[in-house]
């Protein structure tokens, strides 16, 4: 194996694994608030299509990406409006969503099919850093600023979250929400704005996939990234720092299940990622209670002030 | 108990039969309206969209028989699920284990050598037994390592789905096939009788009816069916009752994968006659199954019921396809809009809403 093998490998999975730590991130703040959200599969295809379809018509993937992270919200919105007003199961609104984000956008995007964008997002070379021997064009080189920004947005999340007033009202909320309420925290609003700020992120770690990555847009292009954020949010043990080198190491897996055709079936290699996910949270559960990654308490449970 | 005008709002514990009914009713409807905005977006005239869905499906022999059969996955798949959603084992994976049975009945139906007659049984033995050990892992994981069953069952869709993509890309592609991603036909031997002139494959659909009563006679008159719905509806009481978490959830994973993977004996062996790929085989009728379950409110016979609403829903889109010009997507969004107006109206179904009665008190 040779060092330019090793350097674009690098480099590629810092690219693929961008959605996943755009769309983990906004997971891991849901789920802190105690919202599981399991459209993030609809949130980031119709994220994609959104953002494709306005750059490609307003010729600017700035625009895209912005129109892709409202659509997130509208869409992660909907879902807070059902499971945290109308108390709906969780689960299955999540589930609803992602049914009716994938038929919607790929009904939408029948007439895009196909077609490159005019305009993707360029990349950029980090000036003086890119220099590095092997360093600077596996990391510095061939990136879009979306690389960057995640994570630096997974540093300032993690600051927020274990080290400011907002992270413990956020954090409280999500692990006992009448004691939150008890202490004047609005649990309806924090949980709200922490939905939201998951489909932001989602819709954006979409539109990156058809804005930026690919450029273009095909039905279904998301092929499953949503549920591998899922399971990165709970392997990530609910904390910003750790989904970003989670999600490299599933960026990873996927550019190596396309790099790796040459000797492998290419069938078998796509199923890889997915089987890493299992064995990756079935491994932790080995660890005992060290390893064990703890939910937060009220995961799950719609809060209703004076029951329980 | 809150007071809105001159009406009363006050909470009820267990709705009675005929407002669970008249709420999922209504869900579907506000559901039929919202898809009518739908179709309206995509410059079709609503009027004019369920006028024909209802004259090609309801009104013909042809549209009468292609509900029933898309039907039969779903029955089977959602039977299945009832019994696992009575568990509250979240068992996503319907689609997966149904590609598993049908990559084991087209196993034994193209390879393994056994007399005619013994064919078809085998092969709905062997998809049983595929789909029953696909689905137990996630619930051992779940019970031995804490992994959650949502995310297990997901993946092993994909896994399963990209196995079968590799059978008929690699190993199990049909030399008589060229170039075509498909294993050879099965031998006559291995295929399903019709009913004449459709394609319903009257043995799957008569499996799937059989299975729903067992299924509910499981839960309402057997040890097993108390134990998964006291582990369902309170774990706490489960555990000190001793009950066995890794007993109850197995073997209601086995049942449950059991009979989502008949669901694609029977479409490899009823409709295809060969291994395809996935998407051919199922068109997500093991997700779609996740909302027939939930609509029949955890009754497997009611499952029946709302698995034939869905093969009306899989035929309307089939027949929007083609005389409408809309891309058969629209069903995703169907089903979507379902499931939503359908968990929103659970909350109704909990309160009560009245007149206020003379003198009663303000409150």
Redesign the interface.
């Known amino acids: 194996m040779d060092l330019g093998w090793l350097v674009s490998t690098v480099s590629r999975a810092l690219a693929f694994g961008v959605p996943l730590l755009w769309g983990t991130l906004g997971e891991i703040y849901a789920e802190r608030s105690g919202v599981v959200n ?1 459209g993030v599969e609809g949130m980031m295809i119709l994220g994609a299509y959104a953002g494709f379809a306005v750059a490609q018509t307003l010729g600017h993937p700035g625009w895209g990406l912005l129109a892709a992270a409202a659509v997130g919200v509208v869409a992660a919105v909907w879902h807070a409006f ?1 499971t945290v007003t ?4 969780q ?3 999540g ?10 956008a ?2 939408l995007g ?1 007439g895009w099919e196909g077609r490159p964008l005019r305009v993707p997002l360029g990349t950029i070379t980090v000036p003086s850093l890119a220099e590095i021997p092997v360093l600077g064009p596996m990391l510095f080189v061939d990136q879009t600023i979306l690389t960057y920004l995640g994570i630096l947005l997974a540093v300032v999340l993690w600051v927020v979250l274990f080290r400011t007033r907002w992270g413990i009202a956020i954090r409280s909320v999500g692990e006992s929400p009448a004691t939150a309420d008890s202490l004047g925290i609005n649990v309806t609003v924090v949980r709200y704005l922490c939905v939201a700020l998951g489909g932001l992120l989602a819709g954006v770690g979409g539109g990156y996939l058809s804005v930026a990555y690919r450029p273009s847009w095909t ?1 279904g292009m998301t092929a ?1 990234m949503g ?1 591998i954020v ?2 990165l949010t ?1 392997f990530a043990s609910w904390d910003p720092l750790q989904a970003i080198w989670g999600a490299f190491f599933f960026g990873a897996l996927y550019h190596l299940s396309f790099r790796l055709q040459a000797y492998v ?1 290419p ?2 290699l ?2 890889m990622p ?2 890493f ?2 064995l990756v ?2 491994v932790s ?2 660890g005992g209670a060290r390893w ?1 990654r703890r939910a937060p308490g009220s995961l799950g449970v719609p809060y209703v002030r004076g029951e329980r | 108990m809150k007071r809105i005008g001159p009406f009363i709002v006050e909470r009820r514990l267990a709705p009675p039969r005929h407002v669970v009914f008249g709420v999922s009713v209504l869900a579907v409807v506000v559901a039929l309206l919202l898809a009518a905005l ?1 179709f309206w977006a ?1 410059g079709v005239s609503p009027w004019r969209a369920y006028a024909e869905i209802g004259r090609g499906t309801l009104g013909t022999v042809d549209g009468l028989s292609d509900i029933v059969r898309r039907a039969i996955p779903l029955i089977l798949c959602g039977v299945g699920l009832t019994l696992a959603f009575r568990a509250q084992f ?1 068992n ?1 994976g319907a689609e997966g284990q149904l590609l598993a049975g049908a990559v084991a009945a087209s196993g034994v139906a193209l390879f393994v050598p056994v007399p005619d007659g013994l064919r078809l049984p085998l092969m709905f033995l062997a998809g049983f037994g595929a789909g029953a050990l696909w689905a137990v892992i996630p619930a051992l ?1 779940r019970v ?5 069953e ?3 069952t ?3 869709n ?2 399963m789905a ?2 079968v ?2 059978l008929v ?2 190993p199990w592609k049909g030399p008589t096939m060229r170039g075509f991603a498909y294993t050879d036909m099965f031998p006559t031997a291995a295929r399903l009788p019709l009913i004449a002139g459709t394609r319903v494959h009257w043995p799957t659909l008569g499996v799937g009816v059989v299975a729903a009563l067992v299924v509910g006679l499981i839960l309402s008159r057997t040890r097993l069916g108390y134990e998964v719905r006291v582990v369902g509806q309170s774990p706490d009481a489960a555990r000190y009752a001793g009950i066995s978490f890794t007993v109850v959830l197995s073997l209601a994973m086995v049942i449950s994968g059991g009979l989502a993977a008949l669901a694609g004996v029977g479409e490899v062996a009823g409709i295809h006659w060969r291994l395809r790929s996935p998407s051919h085989i199922s068109m997500g009728y093991g ?1 779609t199954a ?1 909302i027939v379950a ?1 609509l029949a409110r955890g009754s497997p016979i009611a499952a029946i019921l709302t698995a034939l609403l869905f093969g009306l829903i899989f035929a309307a889109g089939d027949l929007m396809k083609t005389t409408l010009g ?2 058969f ?9 379902i ?2 107006s359908l ?2 109206s ?2 109704l179904m909990y309160w009560r809403i009245r007149w206020r009665r003379r003198g009663e008190a303000w409150t």
């Open positions: 399991l059902l109308l108390r709906a199961n689960y299955v609104s589930l609803a969503l992602t049914l009716f984000g994938l038929g919607l790929g009904l029948r039905e499953g549920w899922i399971a709970i079936s069938e078998l796509k199923l997915y089987a996910a299992i949270l079935a559960g080995f064990r | 739908v995509y979240w996503i994981l031995k390592l804490q992994v959650n949502v995310i297990s997901l993946m092993m994909y896994i990209y196995i993509e590799w890309h690699g997700y996740i939930w809309l891309p997507q629209i069903t995703g969004v169907f089903n979507g809009l499931l939503f968990i929103s659970d909350l």
